[in-house]
């Protein structure tokens, strides 16, 4: 570990590469998710109370799971969608999963957020449940989805580093193996460090861009509207 700098740097390309193609696929699943979530419910725009309480149920389950445990146990799924269990991208498939209950969450909140009396007006235009969706509850709660998405990807960014600790690579596999287990103070503190940075370059960027959105709403149009 003579070059410090240069293994951070490799380490944390590494941590970028999980986070970033996990976030997107857990935003990809995620939103679906936690529309289902709203929609679904009593009252909502299409209930289903059988499928509402069947898909709450799971993503309790899937919250309740920690990761650590949620990586043994999908050991078989994880070689069965890449090929190993071992290295970034094996890491991968459990950041995945685990993350995917929470933005589903993140989205129900957001969505539920979004002021009632727009929605009963787009219904009384006769609105389809489809055009409400895209129309006004998404776009009235985009501030607050960024803002949850931004949480979201936190959190993967620390499971990346408990993934790394048993073998996912990145940040969390230097500080256990050339840190911990070495008795590098230095490479412990340099893999907290960007961690550090990195979280909060992530919650700037959240705010920011929620923030923009929030100012640069304008009045939402009626679903119908040309």
């Given at each position: 570990m003579g070059d410090l700098p240069r293994a951070l740097g490799v380490a944390?390309?590494?941590?970028?590469?999980?986070?970033?193609?996990?976030?997107?696929?857990?935003?990809?699943?995620?939103?679906?998710?936690?529309?289902?979530?709203?929609?679904?419910?009593?009252?909502?725009?299409?209930?289903?109370?059988?499928?509402?309480?069947?898909?709450?149920?799971?993503?309790?389950?899937?919250?309740?799971?920690?990761?650590?445990?949620?990586?043994?146990?999908?050991?078989?799924?994880?070689?069965?969608?890449?090929?190993?269990?071992?290295?970034?991208?094996?890491?991968?498939?459990?950041?995945?999963?685990?993350?995917?209950?929470?933005?589903?969450?993140?989205?129900?909140?957001?969505?539920?957020?979004?002021?009632?009396?727009?929605?009963?007006?787009?219904?009384?235009?006769?609105?389809?449940?489809?055009?409400?969706?895209l129309r006004v509850l998404l776009p009235e709660s985009l501030p607050s989805l960024v803002r949850g998405t931004a949480l979201v990807v936190i959190s993967l960014l620390g499971y990346s580093a408990m993934a790394g600790a048993v073998g996912g690579g990145g940040l969390g596999d230097l500080a256990v193996k050339y840190g911990y287990m070495r008795f590098r103070v230095d490479v412990m503190w340099g893999c907290l460090a960007v961690l550090l940075v990195l979280v909060q370059l992530l919650q700037w960027l959240g705010e920011r861009l929620a923030s923009r959105f929030d100012h640069s709403r304008s009045p939402v149009l009626p679903p119908d509207h040309p």
């Open positions: 944390t390309l590494e941590t970028l590469y999980m986070t970033s193609v996990a976030s997107v696929l857990v935003a990809l699943a995620g939103l679906p998710l936690g529309v289902l979530l709203v929609v679904t419910d009593r009252g909502g725009l299409w209930p289903v109370p059988a499928l509402n309480r069947t898909l709450g149920t799971l993503v309790n389950v899937g919250r309740s799971i920690p990761f650590i445990i949620l990586m043994v146990a999908i050991v078989p799924l994880t070689r069965l969608v890449v090929g190993t269990t071992i290295g970034t991208t094996a890491a991968i498939v459990p950041l995945v999963v685990a993350a995917i209950p929470f933005m589903g969450r993140v989205v129900e909140q957001a969505l539920r957020e979004v002021d009632a009396g727009r929605v009963e007006a787009a219904v009384a235009m006769g609105s389809t449940p489809l055009r409400i969706i």
